[in-house]
């Protein structure tokens, strides 16, 4: 009696309603317009039509009488007025076909005048086709109305929808990165071999799509190097499935969702400190809708869905070994332990020491982000090219770039290979916009200090007029804003290596403890400057606001600021550690492409030579697989 979506049976109510309809169009014939045989081959269904009238009008309200059970028991609550509304359309129909009932009742005893025949007839033909009517466009009507889901669920889902939109932000004062679904090239992974995962999967050769990982795994680690799209995967992934949710109708299947039948929620790297996966995500829940969500409703299956589909992003993140790798033990424990109503997605830089294999190997399937291939990365170009075309943005002065000027910078400047990271291409293309020239810089460091010096040097950064809390202070307030300014790359530079040390204290944190041991005193005339202070790091576009404050746009350009000061104060201890580590091995590489040209050993050697030098003796310096060591299939 009951169809897939939960409410009455489709089929029944059309089978029951031109049952209904038939014999009201014999009776009408039969009755009204002829009395001898009835056309349209109507004939042999005479002598049964009363009856099959009655057992359908009794359908019809049945069905009527199933959809207020569904609409009132498994839709969420309503408001007053809608629930009289409901009364209302309920009345209607019942009503009527009580009375083509009671009608019928009065013709088959002979009760009817003769006089009143054709009229009764009539009354029976109009009341019953309106009880059809009523009920089937109600049906139709509730079937295309959204999927029903608790208040607290449906803003979680509309919040994490609007949240992970906002991806995209590396932008200058001059103009924005197009929006990412307009240059969005469809990602794929691969599988980290060798693993118990891929040899279960080894008919599925070749690269995978997000949905086909998702759908090939119930746990799914994906590694990628900085830059090349975890974030973005994670994003995309959430904003799909969530809208996909949010605007399914009632009749939509769960496994036509982007991602299979699974309702998303991201939770931060901390797990907000939580000992069990539904308090993780009840907490989440908690502090993205200010709503209290319904008691265990993470502990089974989410209405309407199969499963739900925890998202992780930047395990790597976790700045502390210990804390990181207790993390990761208490998710290896939720996923050993997990019900077939949770699936994951989580993403991370390698790591060392195989701490990802306290994730556990045998029920996990390992992912490599893949970079753009070559036509991957031309379809970017081409798209932001395009985008340009067709939408102004006010403030770029030169003409805006094109696929060939794209494609013969980078390969000029031997940047082929690394225009291949999606972020590394976003910054390229935006370097080429501000710049007139053509010509790249020929490292990744290169670029990125190419790209930090236009942010910083705009002209509306270099203009920009003091918050209010400074004007309000005067001439004092004046020199502390000034001097803000032509220190904002130290300030920055020393954010993000305060940021980046074990302690791992907030941006706004690290701000504010570097100006107030460098600015002698200068702004403590200044009330209120600890609050002012983001609205100018956020002028840098370097750093930016999120829900737990301001953070760096991208954990590389922490990485690349923080490098400055940690190659002026080079340690020698401390930086192989750091380059013999995959998480703080980027690091690494800046602190290397920053170190003073000049500097020297006593051999007379660069100090960069020497260090590579050193760790090619070693033969430390390989690849790492990020876990306890690569798993095999017959382990």
């Known amino acids: 009696m009951r169809h897939r979506g939960g409410g009455p049976s489709g089929c029944l109510l059309a089978v029951s309603t031109a049952s209904v309809l038939l014999s009201a169009l014999a009776g009408l014939l039969g009755n009204v317009v002829t009395s001898g045989k009835l056309p349209f081959g109507l004939e042999p269904y005479r002598r049964w039509a009363p009856v099959a009238l009655v057992v359908g009008l009794v359908l019809v309200m049945v069905v009527a009488l199933l959809q207020l059970f569904v609409e009132r028991h498994e839709d969420a609550p309503e408001p007053e007025q809608e629930a009289g509304a409901r009364r209302t359309w309920l009345v209607a129909p019942v009503a009527s076909g009580c009375l083509a009932l009671l009608v019928l009742a009065l013709r088959a005893t002979k009760s009817v005048p003769s006089a009143l025949g054709t009229a009764s007839v009539l009354l029976v033909v109009v009341t019953s086709a309106g009880t059809c009517v009523i009920v089937s466009a109600r049906f139709l009507w509730w079937r295309r109305q959204p999927k029903p889901f608790p208040a607290v669920l449906r ?115 901390n797990l907000h400190g939580c000992d069990s996966l539904p308090e993780a995500m009840a907490m989440e829940c908690k502090l993205l809708t200010g709503l209290e969500p319904p008691a265990r409703m ?55 020491g195989g701490e990802l294999g306290r994730l556990g190997t045998d029920h996990v399937g390992w992912y490599v982000l893949q970079r753009f291939d070559e036509a991957g990365l031309r379809k970017f170009i081409t798209q932001w090219v395009a985008y340009r075309r067709d939408h102004h943005v006010s403030g770029i002065e030169a003409a805006p770039i094109t696929v060939e000027r794209f494609m013969a910078s980078v390969s000029s400047a031997s940047l082929s290979s690394l225009a291949r990271t999606p972020l590394i291409a976003t910054i390229t293309a935006l370097v080429l916009e501000w710049s007139h020239e053509t010509d790249l810089p020929a490292s990744r460091a290169g670029l990125y200090e190419r790209y930090v010096q236009q942010l910083l040097t705009s002209r509306e950064l270099q203009t920009m007029p003091p918050s209010p809390e400074f004007s309000a202070a005067g001439a004092v307030g004046g020199r502390a804003w000034n001097w803000l300014r032509d220190n904002i790359r130290a300030l920055l530079e020393g954010v993000a290596d305060r940021h980046l040390s074990p302690t791992s204290p907030s941006v706004t944190k690290c701000a504010i403890a570097w100006i107030k041991e460098r600015s002698g005193g200068l702004l403590d005339a200044v009330p209120g400057w600890e609050t002012a202070l983001s609205r100018l790091l956020t002028a840098t576009s370097l750093i930016v606001p999120s829900s737990d404050g301001l953070r760096f746009v991208h954990p590389s350009f922490a990485e690349y600021l923080a490098a400055g000061p940690r190659a002026e104060a080079f340690d020698l201890d401390t930086w192989l550690a750091d380059a013999l580590s995959p998480d703080s091995r980027n690091l690494a590489l800046f602190i290397l492409a920053r170190l003073p040209q000049t500097a020297a050993r006593p051999s007379g050697h660069r100090l960069a030579d020497t260090l590579v030098e050193m760790l090619l003796e070693r033969g430390r310096w390989r690849p790492a697989w990020p876990g306890r060591s690569p798993p095999t299939a017959s382990r």
């Open 155 to 269: 803003r979680l889902l509309d919040r994490q929808r609007a949240t992970a939109s906002l991806q995209h932000e590396y932008n200058y004062w001059d103009g924005t990165a197009p929006p990412l679904p307009d240059i969005y090239v469809e990602q794929r992974t691969e599988y980290l071999l060798p693993s118990p995962m891929a040899a279960r999967n080894k008919d599925r050769a070749g690269p995978l799509t997000l949905a086909q990982m998702l759908h090939a795994s119930r746990f799914s680690v994906v590694v990628a190097e900085p830059g090349v799209g975890k974030s973005t995967s994670v994003a995309r992934v959430l904003q799909e499935q969530s809208a996909w949710w949010l605007n399914a109708r009632r009749t939509a299947k769960p496994e036509d969702a982007p991602y299979g039948p699974s309702v998303p929620i991201a939770l931060p790297v």
């Open 298 to 352: 993470f502990d089974a299956p989410p209405p309407g869905g199969r499963s739900w589909l925890i998202l992780l992003d930047g395990i790597d993140q976790i700045l502390l070994t210990q804390e990181r790798k207790g993390v990761l033990a208490r998710l290896g424990g939720w996923i050993e332990q997990a019900p077939t109503s949770y699936r994951f997605m989580i993403t991370t830089r390698p790591l060392l």
